[in-house]
């Protein structure tokens, strides 16, 4: 289990951090690149996972990685890449959604604990899913039961903004479970929005998650604007003809299927 501070507890270390997102098509490439222009002023560097990293050859202080999707309907769970890529350079990474807009001013430095600090529901995992999501449910339970969890005691951890420090190597358990997690349900076609994913991973690593005073601080000066505000109206990944969505799906339920039946063992422990 991760020794945290308090949240009103001061955390004395500078440590530099980076920012990563997911940009996946044209509409979030171009959001992508806006936030990438407010961020050059705080030199503070933007590590993107995207299917066209070119777009981003004039963007400076942008590290554009090709990405190829994994999660099979929505791409919300391929965030984890971008998140992946980020915690091999970087101490500290600030995942945000790329229509998000910088509002205030940006610490050169953060000061937090290793593990994981996002904004978290009241209610917990079980309750949040009871009451929305009351359909996948059972499934969850499954999950939980596999991954030795306890619904009852998981949060539900807000995908929006996400501020993960190197934890001796538990970051890396956490990006493996959540790929874990979205595979599994996945294949069962139960899909879900990310904060879920994100709350059974970092329980399982022993994460306690909650709002440090940095992530609050920076919370207060970005904001998520949702897709609508860059011209999307349905949910994204979507967009293309029938035939290829469905081929695409199928291949990456496939994938999903071998990466399941090959996964290592211990992180059913």
């Given at each position: 289990?991760?020794?945290?501070?308090?949240?009103?507890?001061?955390?004395?270390?500078?440590?530099?951090?980076?920012?990563?997102?997911?940009?996946?098509?044209?509409?979030?490439?171009?959001?992508?690149?806006?936030?990438?222009?407010?961020?050059?002023?705080?030199?503070?560097?933007?590590?993107?996972?995207?299917?066209?990293?070119?777009?981003?050859?004039?963007?400076?202080?942008?590290?554009?990685?090709?990405?190829?999707?994994?999660?099979?309907?929505?791409?919300?769970?391929?965030?984890?890449?971008?998140?992946?890529?980020?915690?091999?350079?970087?101490?500290?990474?600030?995942?945000?959604?790329?229509?998000?807009?910088?509002?205030?001013?940006?610490?050169?430095?953060?000061?937090?604990?290793?593990?994981?600090?996002?904004?978290?529901?009241?209610?917990?995992?079980?309750?949040?899913?009871?009451?929305?999501?009351?359909?996948?449910?059972?499934?969850?339970?499954?999950?939980?039961?596999?991954?030795?969890?306890?619904?009852?005691?998981?949060?539900?951890?807000?995908?929006?903004?996400?501020?993960?420090?190197?934890?001796?190597?538990?970051?890396?358990?956490?990006?493996?479970?959540?790929?874990?997690?979205?595979?599994?349900?996945?294949?069962?076609?139960?899909?879900?929005?990310?904060?879920?994913?994100?709350?059974?991973?970092?329980?399982?690593?022993?994460?306690?998650?909650?709002?440090?005073?940095?992530?609050?601080?920076?919370?207060?000066?970005i904001s998520h604007n949702g897709h609508k505000s860059i011209g999307i109206q349905g949910r994204a990944g979507q967009s293309g003809?029938?035939?290829?969505?469905?081929?695409?799906?199928?291949?990456?339920?496939?994938?999903?299927?071998?990466?399941?039946?090959?996964?290592?063992?211990?992180?059913?422990?």
């Amino acid at each position: 289990m991760v020794q945290h501070l308090s949240e009103a507890g001061s955390y004395d270390e500078n440590v530099p951090y980076c920012f990563c997102m997911l940009a996946f098509g044209a509409p979030y490439r171009l959001a992508a690149k806006e936030f990438s222009q407010q961020l050059q002023k705080y030199g503070v560097e933007l590590i993107v996972a995207t299917d066209q990293p070119d777009d981003f050859a004039d963007s400076p202080g942008v590290v554009a990685i090709k990405f190829h999707r994994r999660s099979i309907l929505y791409p919300y769970n391929d965030k984890r890449f971008a998140l992946a890529a980020a915690l091999e350079h970087y101490e500290c990474a600030v995942l945000v959604d790329a229509d998000s807009t910088i509002e205030g001013e940006l610490p050169k430095y953060l000061h937090v604990p290793p593990g994981m600090y996002a904004a978290v529901a009241y209610k917990s995992l079980e309750e949040t899913l009871n009451l929305y999501y009351a359909h996948n449910f059972k499934a969850w339970q499954k999950l939980a039961g596999r991954f030795k969890i306890d619904l009852k005691k998981t949060q539900w951890v807000s995908e929006n903004l996400v501020i993960v420090r190197r934890d001796q190597g538990r970051e890396k358990d956490f990006l493996e479970l959540w790929a874990v997690a979205d595979r599994w349900l996945g294949i069962r076609r139960k899909f879900q929005v990310d904060a879920a994913y994100i709350g059974v991973a970092a329980a399982k690593v022993g994460w306690k998650v909650y709002r440090h005073d940095d992530f609050k601080k920076m919370r207060a000066n970005i904001s998520h604007n949702g897709h609508k505000s860059i011209g999307i109206q349905g949910r994204a990944g979507q967009s293309g003809n029938a035939i290829s969505k469905r081929f695409n799906f199928y291949r990456r339920w496939l994938l999903a299927v071998l990466c399941t039946l090959y996964q290592p063992q211990k992180y059913w422990l």
